[in-house]
């Protein structure tokens, strides 16, 4: 059966501006973020999808304009498109919508009064939208309760930069180093995190050969630990890569980055072929790979490198 895909292949090109690309004489534009993600409520009324549609995919495509001088925030404009799926391999796109509106920047979330958040329309209480700020290249749809926005195995609520800048070690004083160490509450001896990745990139970082035609990879990692102490003690990761056989080792919390000393990162000792993998840790539901010398690594328009806390176990 041919599969029907009713999304245009070309999302908005005009869109597509790159940082500090001028939009008028007083505005530049800071970023354009990216991401296909689940349908959300919370996000309906600002993307114009109806309470009553079906909808199971989002995608996003939120330019934000700053002052040209001042670096203030300005304006935003938020291209989206949703549908639905008949099967695994059918999508049907339902309809599509352009908003725009002022944004502004605040401080603060549960657990992190430090963090920063990306607050759009936020003089119309129905259609406010927040992101939080994990580093200058990604941001993440917060709840209304401010709590970061847990995705499922297939799709996650992370916006990537589509040009992104080098922020290696965090040197942008992101919020990245703000949460605590530890991975849940101490009765809870194993957490499982599921997701899907671009392909070529952290295959490349594992040196595991892939080929040119490799778009996406899944995977699931459990995180055991001991329930009293809440000390690392195994972990197991299955996914694409690993189809010959779960692999599985030990794995510890590395406290900060590029100095500081609050920030959290799971490595995880992989028996081969390359010696670890390193996860940031957002909250107790979210986690971003890594690269090699600690920076995020920044994901597409289809896929972020984000995983997502299976909560239904």
Known sequence: MKSILLFSLV??????????????????????????????????????????????????????????????????????????????????????????????????????????VYQLDPGDPAKTLSFQRIDANIIHLLERDRTLTIGTAAQSFTLSKTNPQRTSNNSDGSALTKTPARLAKASQSALVFTGRTPCREVARQLNYPVGADCIKLKWALTLNQDPKTQTPTTFKLRGTLFRDYDREGTWAVMRGRGGEQNGSIFKLDLDKPKGSLLLFKADDNILFFLDDDGTLMVGNRDFSYTLNRDTSR
């Open 11 to 116: 999302f908005l090109p005009v869109l597509a501006l790159t940082p500090c690309t001028r939009s008028s004489d007083s505005n530049s534009t800071l970023g354009v973020f990216v991401g296909t993600s689940m349908c959300s409520d919370s996000a309906r009324p600002l993307l114009g999808i109806p309470a009553t549609a079906q909808c199971d995919r989002t995608k996003w495509d939120l330019t934000l304009y700053v002052d040209a001088r001042t670096q203030s925030p300005t304006t935003y404009k938020l291209s989206s498109e949703y549908g639905y799926h008949i099967d695994n391999r059918t999508l049907v796109m339902k309809g599509s919508n352009v908003s725009e509106g002022k944004w502004v920047v605040t401080r603060g979330l549960p657990g992190d009064p430090n963090a920063t």
